[in-house]
């Protein structure tokens, strides 16, 4: 049975809920470069997610790959977190109800930060721990890795390996860039490098992994499906070539052709390649990461070509970007549904549709896929 996989991304919450509650200080903003969070999408997520779960069941697993916030702020991550855990959100004083949340099973969530949950004051990132006392609780720092099975035994099937990334670059930056430099930069540093090749050759040897509720499951590391968590994106975003395209799409296309200097300095993971090095070195299967508020899917091989063929037998890893779920004026909305399966994996895109005003799916960025975990590149 596969593994059913809510992907949203970069959520950008403000420090109010509903638009009508914000600031003066926060409306500026979401004029600017601080845009937050469109409390007019926030109901039609909410109502197309209980529906997916109500024709397919509950969701296995929700990852949030970063911004959840777009200032770090405490009632913005309060937010966030209100929207993901809670079933039902009221205003607090007096309580009125105002939407439904996703009511997601605090077991079953996993969020990462980005650059925007970092943010103190701007323009510098300074402010450490403070979504972690929204999120991950549980564990001492990052990297990490955590195992999730549908059965106790993850014998049983295939369990996926997910290994969990802070790739926002202040928090450790490297030598001779400063904190004002790395506003939107990703950094890996070579030891979380190392410890991802480490780690997974430890988990080949003693198959011993924990699960989000602290209890330790026993896998073939073989037999799962290995993905990678983090919220810069560490390949880049290709021009978008097709005979037709959406009018969101030639939005998009222009803002890539735009802005790409801007991207390739502000955006992109700095030690990219040393990252994906360490990648294929650890049989990583799947990437999933934020940030650049634009959907992608690429199939690289480890000499960064693109499987053009279904007979190609390189091994290779998928590249999965999901857009801004909520992010006020955006030209490109939407989140990710997978079903994992060992050998393959299906991905269903649901975009803003702001004619029909809701999240439908997009059958042409939606499909199945393969994971081609044969030769080396320089073996075929």
């Given at each position: ?250 939005v998009a296309q222009r803002r890539h052709q735009i ?73 490109e909305i939407g989140f990710l549904v997978y079903r ?41």
């Amino acid at each position: 049975m596969a593994i059913r996989i809510l992907h949203i991304s970069d959520l950008h919450f403000g420090r109010a809920f509903r638009d009508s509650d914000r600031s003066l200080r926060d409306r500026l903003l979401q004029r600017g470069d601080m845009r937050g969070h469109d409390f007019q999408l926030i109901s039609s997520l909410s109502a197309k997610v209980h529906r997916l779960a109500r024709q397919g069941g509950p969701f296995d697993l929700a990852l949030v790959t970063g911004d959840v916030s777009t200032d770090g702020a405490s009632k913005s991550l309060g937010n966030a977190a209100k929207l993901l855990l809670e079933d039902e959100i009221f205003t607090s004083s007096p309580g009125h109800f105002i939407v439904n949340g996703l009511g997601l099973a605090v077991n079953s969530v996993i969020a990462i930060p980005g650059n925007h949950d970092r943010y103190k004051s701007i323009p510098f990132q300074l402010d450490f721990g403070n979504f972690e006392s929204f999120f991950l609780k549980q564990w001492k720092g990052y990297p990490f890795v955590v195992a999730y099975s549908k059965y106790e035994s993850g014998k049983d099937e295939c369990p996926v390996l997910l290994f969990v990334f802070d790739s926002s670059a202040v928090n450790n930056p490297p030598f001779g860039l400063k904190p004002h430099q790395l506003i939107s930069r990703g950094y890996i540093d070579d030891a979380a490098c190392e410890w991802l090749e480490i780690k997974t050759h430890k988990i080949r040897m003693d198959g011993l992994v924990p699960e989000l509720d602290g209890k330790t499951l026993q896998v073939d590391f073989d037999r799962c499906v290995k993905i990678v968590l983090l919220h810069h994106h560490p390949v880049e975003f290709p021009d978008i070539k097709a005979p037709a395209l959406l009018e969101a799409e030639k939005v998009a296309q222009r803002r890539h052709q735009i802005t790409t200097k801007i991207k390739d300095q502000w955006s992109t993971l700095l030690n990219k390649e040393r990252f994906l090095e360490a990648c294929f070195a650890s049989g990583i299967d799947l990437v999933l990461f934020g940030h650049q508020h634009l959907f992608l899917h690429r199939e690289l091989t480890e000499d960064m070509k693109e499987i053009t063929s279904a007979q190609i037998l390189t091994r290779s890893i998928h590249f999965c970007g999901c857009p801004t779920t909520l992010q006020w004026a955006e030209s490109e909305i939407g989140f990710l549904v997978y079903r994992i399966e060992w050998s393959r994996f299906a991905v269903d895109y649901f975009g803003w549709n702001e004619e029909e005003q809701k999240f439908e799916r997009n059958p042409s960025r939606s499909g199945i896929f393969p994971f081609r975990r044969g030769r080396k590149a320089e073996d075929v």
